[in-house]
Structures are given as structure tokens and as C-alpha cells.
């Protein structure tokens, strides 16, 4: 007991308060959005799902605070394994969504479900810093950064072969790219990268992509699919004109006038920016964008200000999910990306995804507290 009162005092004096009390505003913001977008339901079962996560995710925060992340990132072979069968488990207790992928884990001991590559996402930044801290003396080596390809394509591989979710493994191909950049691989590297995609996309595009999914993506230019909006276009065109009806300062919380008519299935996931937008206005958009921003640039500035290079590209690695899942769910709202199912961190329903989020906020929390007094340079990017 003597321990768990030494380290509650240890996180309130070093730990990083000023990020938890971001997220928690966030969270609790996003609480009471989910409870105006899901009114129609008569349900509580969505909020007490979010609450309870939420205090999960607040605990998460505090105790990996207090792990040093350095001990975690030495058996990074065992996080890559972790996530190979964390996946993996998705064959026998995977449940099918409604667009036909297979994300989420349906355990019999667990009364929520849960999505694996929400916590593959943490492990596999850890990784991958690990491994291109280890390799920096010779970082853009074709060893090295073989390496990190393989990890990454690794992740790709199991998530559209198992899971069938396309927009996650999206974001694993961000983090990849950012960590790697401001890590101090060789900018040919990535002309390479960019080559090789090009050459494989009419490939992938003609054998790989299903007809909705090119549709979702064709849509954003051409006109003439479905131009009536009864198809890829419906949730995209309810989107716009919820986010259209609330004007500068909203219809009020509570009462918008197509959300709480259900206009979307997804209103309190994936387009809750448009149930924010309809009822508070830009003014609420904004706001949402302040906080989420804030997060962001918190876990920037941890990892500029710690001295360890691992560490930094964690942090940075971290950001890079939050920035990448916030354009592509906010450009989903306002039809300027594809509709791939992707959430607002922090404020989209989904247990799951509150609890990782903190966990990974817990990580940057715990580098804040423990400044590495290594003497590297004080730059991101690693001279060569």
C-alpha cells in the first residue's frame, strides 16, 4: 500500500498533469455529444460504456506514468509477437461490422468488444523507435531500414488480410513514414518508397480494392457516381448538410434538428464532428479542433524537450496517429476524404479506443516525468 501511495505522489509531483487534464476535458466533451447523438436510442448503455472507460482510462494514465517505457522497448520481439497473435485472435473471435470487415474481438469473459489494432498501434510505435534507436549509427542502411519496412508491412499485411480494415492499416503506414522522417532516414529512401507505391497501385487498385471502395474514393472528383446520393454518397451528403444547418453557433445540444431524427448510423463515431458541428456551429467545431490540437501539440513538445532519441520518436510517433485519424475523420466530414471508418480520438464512442488512447498518453506522461540525461543532439533529425 506504502508503494501505491509513493507512486501517486511521485506521477501528482513529475507527471505530466497538464496532457491528462487535456484528455479528460476532451473525453468528458465527447461524453456529451455521445449522449446527444445516441438520445434517440432511450439507451445509457453508450455513456455508461464511455465513463467506464474513461476512470479505466485515467488509471492506465497514472500507471504507465510510472513505467519507465525503456524496459517495455528492450523485448520489442515480444511486442511484435504480441501483435501477431493479438491480431491473429481476431480468426477465431472476430466479429464482422457493416461494411464487412472483421475488427473487432467478441471475448467471452469481456462485456464490451475490442479492436486489436487500436492497441497494435502503441506497440508497434515502441518498436519501431527501439529498433531505429538501435540502428542509429547506420539508420538509412538498406539493413535498417529493411528492417523497419518489415515491421511495418508486417502490421499492413495482418490487418488487411485478418481484419479487412484498410483505414487502420492506413495509419500504420503514417506513423511509419513521420518516425522514420523525423527519425533521420535518408529523404531517397522515401522517393524509393513513393516509386515502388506508384508502380504497385494500378495493381492493388485493379485486384485488391472492392467497387465501393473505389467508388468512395472516385466520388471526391467525379460527379457522375452516385449522383442521386442514395449510395457512397448518403452518409457523406447527411454529413455536410448536419454540419451546414448549425451555422456559426448551432441549433443548440440536444436539439438538432437531423440528429436527433438519427440521420446517420454513425453519428456518434465516425461523423460526431457533424453532431458537434449541427448543434454547437463552428464555434463547436473549433473548439473540439483547440482541444484535440492541444493534445497533439503537448506530445510534440515532450518528445522536443526530452533528450533521449527513442523517446522522442515515441512521442512524435504518438502525435502522428492522433494527427492523421483527426484529418481523416474531420476530411470524412466535410467530403474532402474517403469514408474509411476512422474515429475522432478522444471524442468518438468506442471503449476500446479511450483506454489505448490514455495508455498511449500515459507513455508520453512517463517520458515527461523521467528526462534521460543522455548527451546526443538536441536536434530530431541525427547529423550525418
Same mark, same amino acid.
Given at each position: 500500500m506504502r508503494k501505491i501511495w509513493n507512486g501517486i505522489t511521485d506521477f501528482y509531483r513529475r507527471g505530466d498533469l497538464l496532457l491528462l487534464f487535456l484528455c479528460v476535458v476532451t473525453t468528458v466533451f465527447g461524453i456529451v455529444m455521445i449522449a446527444s447523438a445516441t438520445r434517440y436510442s432511450?439507451?445509457?448503455r453508450y455513456l455508461i460504456v464511455q465513463i467506464a472507460a474513461l476512470f479505466l482510462g485515467v488509471l492506465l494514465y497514472v500507471a504507465v506514468s510510472l513505467l519507465d517505457i525503456e524496459i517495455l522497448a528492450e523485448h520489442r520481439e515480444l511486442l511484435l509477437t504480441f501483435n501477431v497473435l493479438l491480431m491473429s485472435m481476431l480468426l477465431i473471435w472476430g466479429v464482422e461490422g457493416n461494411t464487412g470487415n472483421r475488427a473487432w474481438l467478441d471475448l467471452p469473459l469481456l462485456p464490451v468488444n475490442i479492436q486489436p489494432a487500436e492497441i497494435c498501434k502503441i506497440t508497434f510505435v515502441i518498436a519501431l523507435a527501439k529498433t531505429m534507436s538501435n540502428n542509429r549509427a547506420k539508420l538509412s542502411s538498406v539493413k535498417s531500414v529493411g528492417s523497419i519496412v518489415l515491421q511495418t508491412l508486417l502490421m499492413i499485411g495482418l490487418i488487411v488480410v485478418i481484419s479487412r480494415d484498410e483505414g487502420s492499416a492506413i495509419v500504420f503506414i503514417f506513423i511509419f513514414f513521420v518516425v522514420a522522417y523525423v527519425g533521420g532516414v535518408r529523404? %531517397? %529512401?522515401? &522517393? !524509393? +518508397? &513513393?516509386?515502388v507505391a506508384a508502380a504497385a497501385f494500378p495493381l492493388l487498385w485493379k485486384y485488391f480494392f472492392k467497387d465501393y471502395q473505389k467508388d468512395r474514393i472516385l466520388m471526391l472528383w467525379d460527379a457522375s457516381i452516385d449522383p442521386n446520393g442514395k449510395g457512397v454518397r448518403w452518409d457523406t451528403n447527411r454529413s455536410m448538410a448536419m454540419l451546414s444547418g448549425g451555422g456559426i453557433a448551432g441549433q443548440g445540444l440536444f436539439h438538432g434538428s437531423m440528429l436527433q431524427n438519427h440521420a446517420i448510423a454513425a453519428q456518434h463515431t465516425d461523423f460526431i464532428f457533424s453532431a458537434i458541428g449541427e448543434e454547437l456551429g463552428i464555434l463547436g467545431c473549433a473548439f473540439t479542433l483547440l482541444l484535440l490540437l492541444s493534445i497533439v501539440a503537448r506530445c510534440i513538445h !515532450? +518528445?522536443?524537450?526530452?533528450?533521449?532519441y527513442m523517446n522522442r520518436l515515441i512521442c512524435i510517433g504518438i502525435a502522428a496517429m492522433l494527427i492523421f485519424q483527426i484529418l481523416i475523420n474531420v476530411g470524412m466530414c466535410i467530403g474532402l476524404t474517403p469514408v474509411v471508418g476512422l474515429t475522432l480520438p478522444f471524442v468518438s464512442y468506442g471503449g476500446s479506443s479511450i483506454v489505448t488512447l490514455y495508455l498511449a498518453m500515459g507513455i508520453v506522461s512517463g517520458i515527461h516525468m523521467r528526462p534521460d540525461p543522455e548527451s546526443k543532439s538536441p536536434y530530431i533529425q541525427p547529423r550525418y
Open positions: 432511450s439507451s445509457s529523404s %531517397w %529512401w522515401f &522517393l !524509393v +518508397g &513513393l516509386a !515532450v +518528445g522536443l524537450k526530452t533528450p533521449n
